[in-house]
């Protein structure tokens, strides 16, 4: 079963964007190995809180212009 595990900072992608990105990914496994493979992809955004990461040693919170619009994410 390919399985891909993305980890987003939270709130940053609406739940359309979430939905297309699980679409595409599917899509990218079922071109390389058949449509056998799309009822056993899975694909698991996992969205990770402000100050829950960082990087260089800066801890990172997202800026309220790159947030998602869509109230349902």
């Not at 964007?17 to 009822?39: C, D, M, N, W």
Request: no cysteine; aromatic share 10%.
């Amino acid at each position: 079963m390919p399985f891909v595990n993305i980890k987003i900072p939270q709130g940053a992608l609406s739940r359309a964007q979430k939905a297309e990105i699980v679409h595409s990914i599917t899509g990218l496994f079922v071109h390389y190995f058949g449509e056998a493979a799309r009822p056993h992809t899975m694909v698991l955004i996992e969205e990770v809180g402000d100050g829950g990461y960082g990087r260089a040693d800066e801890v990172f919170v997202v800026p309220d212009a790159y947030r998602a619009r869509d109230s349902l994410t």
